[in-house]
Nanobody
Framework: QVQLVESGGGLVQAGGSLRLSCVYS????????MDWYRQAPGKQRELVAG???????NYADSVKGRFTISRDNAKNTVYLQMNSLKPEDTAVYSC??????????WGQGTQVTVSS
């Protein structure tokens, strides 16, 4: 079983920055595609950013140019660097790991609140 634990959320003013971390507890982290999702009150969960096992990345249009996803396979950790934060970024951010036929796991989420 894979366990994911997020950290780094908090309260920040508009224009500020946060870095989220997600630690993957199981084996075969290097084979996992890793994603960050977020869900704001009254809204559906949306994909914010993803990174493949090979390191290719993708982002929601709303965060392109502001957020950066990265991974450190030596630490079994994926990061989300969030810059130029806006109140619209306020949400619970959750980490997701997937390996086809083997892993489909979610973290507990970490709250990000951006004040105006």
């Amino acid at each position: 079983q894979v366990q994911l634990v997020e950290s780094g959320g908090g309260l920040v003013q508009a224009g500020g920055s946060l870095r989220l971390s997600c630690v993957y507890s199981g084996s075969r982290f290097s084979l996992a595609a890793m994603d960050w999702y977020r869900q704001a009150p009254g809204k559906q969960r949306e994909l914010v950013a993803g990174i493949s096992r090979a390191g290719s990345t993708n982002y929601a249009d709303s965060v392109k140019g502001r957020f950066t996803i990265s991974r450190d396979n030596a630490k079994n950790t994926v990061y989300l660097q969030m810059n130029s934060l806006k109140p619209e970024d306020t949400a619970v951010y959750s980490c997701h790991a997937k390996i086809p036929l083997l892993v489909d796991s979610w973290g507990q989420g970490t709250q990000v609140t951006v004040s105006s």
